[in-house]
């Protein structure tokens, strides 16, 4: 299957500073990225769809200044936590499809980024 | 919107066969997927359906029935590593997945 990375794996910061996320997608192009957090023995929640070459779609509760994605190519989304406080504390997984649209095609998820806001 | 409905927890002895259901209210969507979780880990995929009917892979069986919004997953001879969260979720028509609340596996010896 297709590999999605992210980088950071780990990132421990201060309250009121901002931490940005990378998810690369490795061996594919990703017209759509997806940007998901989780918190502990909870499901995955969808924050935001990554267009590349346009805005990101929010979901609704999703502060989109806070939030701040940037798709700038086909291989790369990026998400800052901005003024970081630690209920952002969380795990933040993004994902991606291919550019074939096709309604078997899974998703492909990278590792996920731990944040920990003190 | 879309309302998933999974049970919480699920407890079953290796070697066993475990069924976890899912069951949805939604106006449309594109498959459904089931996909495998260990803590702190991301989601890796395991079966999808687009179709009524039964999916098999390996130890693995994905079940969608559309007119009853009802799937499960199957797991056959259960090991000790099954122990897991495990999500289903509906693909949209717009590429978006929404996840279910997840069930989590305990494989005891």
């Known amino acids: 299957g297709a590999v999605v990375s992210q980088h950071p794996s780990w990132v421990i910061c201060k309250s009121g500073t901002s931490v940005k996320i990378e998810c690369r997608s490795l061996?594919?192009?990703?017209?759509?990225m997806f940007w998901y957090r989780q918190f502990p023995k909870q499901s995955l929640m969808l924050m935001a769809t990554?267009?590349?070459?346009?805005?990101?779609?929010?979901e609704q509760g999703v502060e989109k200044d806070k939030f701040l994605i940037n798709h700038a190519s086909l291989t790369l989304s990026t998400l800052t936590v901005t003024s970081a406080h630690p209920e952002d504390s969380s795990f933040y997984i993004c994902?991606?499809?291919?550019?074939?649209?096709?309604?078997?095609?899974?998703?492909?998820f990278g590792p996920g980024t731990r944040l920990l806001v003190l | 919107g879309q309302n998933i409905d999974q049970p919480t927890e699920m407890t079953a002895t290796e070697g066993a066969i475990v069924q976890i259901n899912c069951t949805y209210q939604?106006?449309?969507?594109?498959?459904l997927f089931w996909y495998q979780q260990h803590a702190g880990e991301a989601p890796t995929f395991l079966s999808y359906?687009?179709?009524?009917g039964l999916e098999e892979k390996g130890r693995f069986s994905s079940f969608l029935s559309r007119s009853k919004g009802y799937s499960y997953l199957l797991l056959k001879e259960l090991q000790m590593k099954d122990s897991a969260s495990y999500l289903c979720?509906?693909?949209?028509?717009?590429?978006?997945?929404?996840f279910g609340p997840g069930t989590r596996l305990s494989v005891l010896p």
């Open positions: 994902s991606a499809n291919e550019a074939a649209r096709d309604a078997r095609e899974t998703q492909y």
């Open positions: 061996d594919f192009q990703a017209t759509t």
């Open positions: 990554s267009n590349e070459g346009s805005k990101a779609t929010y």
């Open positions: 939604t106006s449309g969507f594109n498959g």
């Open positions: 359906n687009v179709l009524d």
């Open positions: 979720a509906l693909k949209g028509y717009g590429q978006n997945f929404v």
